[in-house]
T-cell receptor
């Protein structure tokens, strides 16, 4: 079983719609959860972090965490063409004592159509 | 505040050669982590440096080695390059080994022919 799993996509949504990105993780001891945005040919940019169960909102972005289900999601409201990118889910910490490294999924490619 | 910087931007090497990549951490950050991102994959953790010592290592062979300097900048060295080493190499800095958030530099694109 892969440690962090994401649907590779592509996920295509019309401009103004809500984009929903999902991620599951295998290590129940994981403590910190992140969403990075990566434009083609660029490096990952941290856009959201969440550490406790529930929702966290920042502008048009909402991260949701459910540790019991080992599930993290990112909602992007009022999607814009500039949101078109690969979204990487990353997890930190776990039962193996690996609190120093990020473990990434393969990423989901989001395309927002004008 | 200065962000994470990396050099060079792009590099082309021949199989069997050696390469050194460089990273300067963000102002106020004392920990540097290196990741390898192959095309179409998420970044994979190589190792982390804190106080000039390797703090943790991922599943990479010993020909991947690193250094951290007193000013917290870091180098990644790869010996005996293989074709599969072609990737984007990312440096991330943070305020400590257990710091929650890591911030990435622009990366170095390495092509091995």
């Amino acid at each position: 079983q892969k440690e962090v799993e994401q649907n590779s996509g592509p996920l295509s949504v019309p401009e103004g719609a809500i984009a929903s990105l999902n991620c599951t993780y295998s290590d129940r001891g994981s403590q910190s959860f992140f969403w990075y945005r990566q434009y083609s040919g660029k490096s990952p940019e941290l856009i959201m972090s969440i550490y406790s169960n529930g929702d966290k909102e920042d502008g048009r972005f909402t991260a949701q965490l459910n540790k019991a289900s080992q599930y993290v999601s990112l909602l992007i409201r009022d999607s814009q063409p500039s949101d078109s990118a690969t979204y990487l889910c990353a997890v930190k910490g776990g039962s193996g004592g690996s609190n120093y490294k990020l473990t990434f999924g393969k990423g989901t490619l989001l395309t927002v159509n004008p | 505040e200065t962000g994470v910087t990396q050099s060079p931007t792009h590099l082309i090497k021949t199989r069997g050669q050696q390469v050194t990549l460089r990273c300067s951490s963000q102002s106020g950050h004392n920990t540097v982590s290196w990741y390898q991102q192959a095309l179409g994959q998420g970044p994979q953790f190589i190792f982390q440096y804190y106080r000039e010592e390797e703090n943790g290592r991922g599943n990479f062979p010993p020909r991947f080695s690193g250094l951290q300097f007193p000013n917290y900048s870091s180098e990644l060295n790869v010996n005996a390059l293989e074709l599969d080493d072609s990737a984007l190499y990312l440096c991330a800095s943070s305020t400590g080994t257990g710091a929650r958030e890591q911030y990435f530099g622009p990366g170095t694109r390495l092509t091995v022919t």
